[in-house]
């Protein structure tokens, strides 16, 4: 007779809590003898990655408990319907700008166990409730809430919960529709044209759009009585009429000590949750069903290039180049800063650094638009440098050439096109937007060369130590340890203290020809630094070259 002792199948709860274990256990060190240690550098990985929430936190709850907007319940929901607004905002768009593959990555990995597809995404849907990037974004809202709440009780505690679980759900469920889209236009074969495409498109649009206009913003910020009721109420109604609002909206009708109107508000955050979870489902089945590698490139234009290396290093070189190039991820985050200038004009928010900054607001936007871009690409590429490379490097390490070359190659390509990239990005904001001449260009490619050197030691190291694979079809990509991301993340404010300085130094005044000459001063110690220790890097490879290429594998 056949068994019938066998245990259940897990059900969502449990899938959901091993999902979130898995991503949590996956980013320590897989090597054989290590687990203990391993899930304590793990775990505490994570709780730095979250710390940011705690400030969040305290910022949202101040913002609501502040007397002046405290006084107004007009002021107060203005400014929770916005702020609920501005996290989803910035939930759905990061993993996109970041080009993340988690879902993906999942997808393939538990394709043979007995799940089903839609559990699964519902379940990583669910379970992404508790990583770091959701405590960090959700905190102000949360915040906020609790400071709310704290002045005007609600009817109902489980109706809160309900409704911030909501909010939550709404947020994650479209930011997987956006990256889902997105990757899926990246894996095209012409997804570089798609991008490059749509940069244009969007540049093209912007030209003929009027900027919005934020004078009441830059009033609002000088004096509360500087907006009329009217314009107030106007805002709010409008920020309410939005899912993100609905929230604000259940809260209220709480404190009004009402049920049936939160909980339609509740019942209207899920059913928008769960059309964002069918555009996410519909566009991952297309992207699974689309066969073909991303980014194909052309055989002979590939060997044409190949065949113009002068010696061995320029060869690998090349190698790398084309690599990057075939490689949708590093197209789309090339693309990205660019993007974000267009809508900062779009958006007017020029204006309103200005109105904060004083003559430094070009200085601070060339500063973050070109931080970002850099740290994003080396936190991608430079701290997995062998991540893209696949069972090539084995060949490559059979052949006969120096193993340290091939580190040195990819150093020298990323940081030629880090440079790169950071100077297309200030010519084009110098051109398109600035108004501040040729400093802030200046002081933007002095800063870059100051976070270059530090993110590419720091990754080279990484790189060695925890050598992750992804695919170039964007079907799978395990994450890098949070050891690696947090080292990876001071290594960034390591190379962006000496620009942070600069500006906090000068306050509201404009930086000077001397900021950029001390800036680019300190930029060669750095590049000195970097010349003197990556032989040091070059040699870890040499050493471990073996387990490196066993992490590959065991993809």
């Known amino acids: 007779m056949p068994r019938t002792d066998a245990p259940p199948l897990p059900g969502l709860a449990r899938h959901t809590l091993l999902l979130w274990q898995l991503r949590l256990w996956l980013t320590g060190s897989q090597q054989p003898g290590q687990a203990r240690r391993a899930r304590l550098l793990a775990l505490l990985a994570y709780l730095a990655s979250a710390s940011p929430a705690i400030p969040l936190f305290w910022a949202g709850w101040r913002l609501l408990t502040w007397e002046p907007v405290a006084a107004s319940l007009l002021w107060t929901r203005f400014f929770f319907d916005l702020l609920a607004f501005v996290s989803t905002t910035v939930w759905i768009f990061w993993p996109v700008l970041a080009a993340d593959v988690d879902d993906h990555a999942e997808v393939s990995r538990f394709a043979t166990l007995p799940i089903a597809p839609l559990r699964l995404l519902v379940a990583s849907t669910a379970a992404a409730l508790f990583e770091p990037l959701a405590l960090v974004v959700s905190a102000p809202v949360l915040g906020a809430s609790l400071a709310f709440l704290s002045r005007h009780p609600p009817r109902s505690w489980a109706l809160v919960v309900l409704a911030l679980l909501g909010w939550a759900l709404l947020s994650i469920a479209w930011s997987r529709a956006a990256l889902h889209l997105v990757l899926g236009v990246l894996r095209q074969k012409r997804g570089a044209q798609a991008v490059g495409g749509f940069f244009l498109g969007v540049l093209f649009v912007s030209v003929f759009i009027p900027p919005v206009d934020v004078s009441w913003l830059t009033a609002a910020a000088g004096s509360f ?331």
């Open 225 to 555: 009585g500087a907006l009329s009721p009217k314009f107030l109420l106007e805002a709010s109604l409008g920020l309410s009429r939005v899912p993100t609002g609905f929230l604000g909206e259940a809260l209220r009708l709480l404190a009004q000590g009402r049920l049936l109107g939160p909980a339609l508000e509740v019942m209207g955050l899920l059913f928008f949750t769960w059309v964002g979870l069918f555009v996410a489902w519909r566009a991952l089945l297309r992207f699974h069903r689309r066969g073909g590698e991303a980014g194909a490139g052309r055989g002979g234009r590939t060997d044409r290039f190949l065949s113009g290396a002068r010696d061995l290093p320029s060869l690998l070189a090349r190698r790398e180049i084309i690599d990057l190039w075939r490689n949708p991820r590093a197209r789309l985050l090339a693309f990205v800063p660019l993007i974000l200038a267009v809508a900062m004009r779009l958006l007017s928010l020029r204006p309103l650094v200005v109105h904060w900054r004083g003559e430094s607001a070009d200085a601070w936007i060339v500063a973050g638009l070109t931080s970002y871009g850099v740290v994003v690409f080396s936190l991608t590429f430079a701290q997995n440098a062998f991540g893209y490379d696949g069972r090539s490097l084995g060949m490559l390490l059979a052949a006969p050439l120096e193993p340290a070359l091939i580190l040195r190659a990819k150093l020298r390509v990323l940081a030629g096109l880090s440079l790169l990239v950071a100077a297309v990005q200030c010519a084009f904001y110098s051109l398109y937007l600035s108004e501040g001449g040729l400093v802030p260009f200046g002081l933007g490619l002095a800063a870059t060369a100051c976070l270059v050197p530090a993110l590419l030691l720091t990754g080279a190291f990484v790189s060695v130590r925890y050598a992750t694979p992804y695919h170039a079809n964007l079907e799978r990509r395990d994450q890098q340890p949070r050891v690696a991301i947090v080292t990876g993340m001071i290594a960034a404010a390591l190379g962006g203290a000496p620009l942070g300085l600069i500006l906090w130094r000068n306050g509201e005044a404009a930086p000077t020809g001397g900021d950029v000459a001390l800036l680019a001063t300190i930029a060669l110690a750095y590049a000195l630094a970097f010349r003197l220790l990556r032989p040091l890097a070059e040699a870890h490879f040499v050493r471990r070259r073996e387990a490196v290429l066993d992490a590959l594998r065991a993809d």
